[in-house]
Every structure is written in structure tokens, then in C-alpha cells.
């Protein structure tokens, strides 16, 4: 059975950092698209960064370049989202997502020049940075 489940979540102070975790069962990560959204109370789900099947490339929305890294672990077929500097827009839901490929993907995200979809998606993992 496929699950993604997320982890590291939590109440942080601007400025601060947290490393949020996706553990996934039932497929490989490394054979799929595989990256992090996020939705904020009230507004529509934003991609954040996405790590590509067909080169391993790493991408990275506009609001997190240079403070946010996406990182996988194959052996651990685990996800990874460093997530440095934060400040109190990056509160919300943060969700591990992929392409299982098995259905039509629902969610499209447009993350710098590249398109991302996915069709799976876990619980999610609520980061509140706030003072």
C-alpha cells in the first residue's frame, strides 16, 4: 500500500529552522517525481520545491530559494526538507507529494521555469513560525 508520511513539523521563531521528513512505503522514491507543497490557512496550496525522476535535479519555488534545501535519502526512501530562515509567510500545511504515475495527476504546480504534477499526496505537517 502506498503512504507518504510527513514529520518535523512544529512552532518555530522567525529566523529559526526545521527539517521536515517524508518516509514513503509501497513505491521508490527514486523512480518518481518527488517534492514538498505547501498551503497556508485561507490561501491555495503553493509548490515548493521538487526534486525531478529524470535527472535528479532539484527546483525550488521563488519565496524559499536559498533558504529551503530538498534532499532524499534512497537507501531510507525518505524525503527531506531543510528549511532555514523562516519567517512567518512560510507558516501552513506542508505536504510530501509524488507522481505514482497510476492515475491522472490533479495537483499542478509552476515551480521557477519548470511544471510539476502530482496525483499522491501525504497527511501533511503543520509549520507555524511565529514569535
Known amino acids: 500500500q502506498v503512504q507518504l508520511v510527513e514529520s518535523g513539523g512544529g512552532l518555530v521563531q522567525p529566523g529559526g529552522s526545521l527539517r521536515l521528513s517524508c518516509v514513503a512505503s509501497g513505491f521508490t522514491l527514486d523512480e518518481n517525481t518527488i517534492g514538498w507543497f505547501r498551503q497556508a490557512p485561507g490561501k491555495e496550496p503553493e509548490g515548493v520545491s521538487f526534486?525531478?525522476?529524470?535527472?535528479?535535479?532539484?527546483h525550488y519555488a521563488d519565496s524559499v530559494k536559498g533558504r529551503f534545501n530538498i534532499s532524499k535519502d534512497n537507501a531510507k526512501n525518505t524525503l527531506y526538507l531543510q528549511m532555514n530562515n523562516l519567517t512567518p509567510e512560510d507558516t501552513g500545511v506542508y505536504y510530501c507529494?509524488?507522481?505514482?504515475?497510476?492515475?491522472?495527476?490533479?495537483?499542478?504546480?509552476?515551480?521557477?521555469?519548470?511544471?510539476?504534477?502530482?496525483?499522491?499526496w501525504g497527511q501533511g505537517t503543520q509549520v507555524t513560525v511565529s514569535s
Open positions: 526534486i525531478s525522476d529524470s535527472d535528479g535535479s532539484t
Open positions: 507529494a509524488t507522481d505514482l504515475r497510476t492515475s491522472p495527476p490533479t495537483k499542478k504546480f509552476i515551480i521557477g521555469t519548470m511544471t510539476v504534477w502530482y496525483n499522491y
